[in-house]
Nanobody
Framework: QVHLVESGGGLVQPGGSLRLSCTASESIASANDMGWYRQAPGKQRELVARIDRLSNRNYADSVKGRFTISRDNAENTVSLQMNSLKPEDTAVYYC??????????WGQGTQVTVSS
């Protein structure tokens, strides 16, 4: 069982920044991809950003140019730098990792609230 622990969520004003981090309990070097999803109240969980083993990145259209995902295999972490935050970015953010022959794992989520 791989454990993913997110940190860095909180309350921020519109236009502000937050950095989310996710630390895995074991090596992520072999992970097919790692990423961040979010779920707002009353909405389905949606992909925010993902990074694969070759460091190819994909972003939701709504966050392109504002969010940056990065991966550090040596530290077993994946991070999400979020800039120019908007109220519509408010959600619970989940870290995920897809490991070969083991499936996808999820963190417990961290709340991000963008409000003045």
């Amino acid at each position: 069982q791989v454990h993913l622990v997110e940190s860095g969520g909180g309350l921020v004003q519109p236009g502000g920044s937050l950095r989310l981090s996710c630390t895995a309990s074991e090596s992520i070097a072999s992970a097919n991809d790692m990423g961040w999803y979010r779920q707002a109240p009353g909405k389905q969980r949606e992909l925010v950003a993902r990074i694969d083993r070759l460091s190819n990145r994909n972003y939701a259209d709504s966050v392109k140019g504002r969010f940056t995902i990065s991966r550090d295999n040596a530290e077993n972490t994946v991070s999400l730098q979020m800039n120019s935050l908007k109220p519509e970015d408010t959600a619970v953010y989940y870290c995920t990792a897809d490991l070969p022959r083991r499936g996808r794992y999820w963190g417990q989520g961290t709340q991000v609230t963008v409000s003045s």
